[in-house]
């Protein structure tokens, strides 16, 4: 049948069906869950792992099945190093980052309970919870960051109310607490304290803790403050007994010096097996030397 005429008699256009809306993923993960996938494409990342083509092709199809499944924790368990990897390439990473403000990853952490009563089971469960999520949810504060200065045209490209989301993380970040201080950091702060440098250890930087913040003592200095970074045992790959050169930094702690620096921290490393194998006194003049040459 023909379209009926119009008033002035002319035949009305039908109106185009509107376009298909992309298929919901309802395929079975296999065979493994979303939170399995994740730990190994962290692992797999963290580790500078190179990737055959085929795993990177079945491992993409699975983790595109996993991303519109994914809950809140599973979405902060996603590492840096895997968001921004050939694991999860754009239309993936743009995937995810859909997902997470869907379940508003990254959103505070509940208060820590203070007793047991009246239901102790569930204390115990939210306790868990909380001790799960502190361990990863400062993740999705670095990946938007790394969004924001790496990446700007592919965030000027996502969803207004993924922007939306991503400018809610960036105003949260400032007011994250410091994450603490490690025994190397509290080591080489109580040397800088014997040579009279006032320093700082609860500074951060958006999301990220700064380990020491020294002040510059040099009289010709530029810059006012000197920024230590301490890289303990994990900021490291662990070496062979065999092996004779210098440990190397994890992708995670490179992900994070990288981050820094595109913040406008300038970062000065100690590493912590040099310092362990100074005696004290080498110790303060290494101190003395650092803080003159800055």
Not at 41 to 66: C, D, V, W, Y
Not at 77 to 84: E, G, I, R, W
Not at 181 to 199: F, M, P, R
Not at 246 to 257: A, I, V
Request: glycine share 4%.
């Amino acid at each position: 049948n023909s379209p009926p005429p119009s008033a002035g008699g002319a035949a009305l256009k039908p109106t185009p069906p509107p376009e298909p809306r992309p298929p919901v993923a309802t395929e079975a993960l296999a065979p493994f869950s979303c939170a399995e996938l994740v730990h190994i494409g962290n692992s797999l990342t963290q580790l500078g792992a190179k990737h055959p083509a085929r795993f990177m092709e079945i491992f993409q199809e699975q983790l595109a099945l996993a991303i519109p499944r994914m809950n809140q924790e599973e979405c902060e368990m996603v590492a840096p190093t895997l968001a921004f990897s050939q694991l999860m390439h754009d239309p993936l990473r743009r995937a995810f980052l859909e997902r997470c403000a869907a379940v508003d990853a990254g959103q505070a952490l509940p208060e820590e309970p203070t007793n047991a009563a009246p239901d102790i089971a569930q204390y115990q469960r939210e306790a868990e919870h909380r001790r799960r999520r502190v361990k990863n949810f400062r993740n999705i504060y670095m990946i938007e960051a790394s969004v924001r200065k790496e990446t700007f045209s592919f965030f000027s490209s996502l969803p207004q109310e993924v922007r939306a989301y991503l400018d809610k993380l960036h105003a949260a970040a400032g007011k994250l607490q410091h994450e603490g201080t490690s025994a190397l950091a509290a080591q080489i702060a109580n040397v800088l304290d014997q040579l009279g440098v006032s320093c700082e250890l609860s500074r951060t930087a958006g999301s990220m803790s700064l380990h020491i913040v020294a002040k510059a003592t040099n009289p010709r200095a530029e810059v006012a403050e000197v920024v230590y970074e301490c890289n303990d045992a994990q900021a490291f790959y662990a070496v062979k007994q065999e092996d004779k050169g210098p440990p190397e930094l994890t992708s995670l702690s490179k992900f994070r010096h990288k981050l820094l620096g595109r913040v406008g921290v300038q970062l000065t490393h100690i590493n912590g097996f040099e310092w362990q194998s100074m005696s004290e006194a080498q110790r303060i003049n290494y101190m003395v030397k650092l803080q003159s040459l800055q």
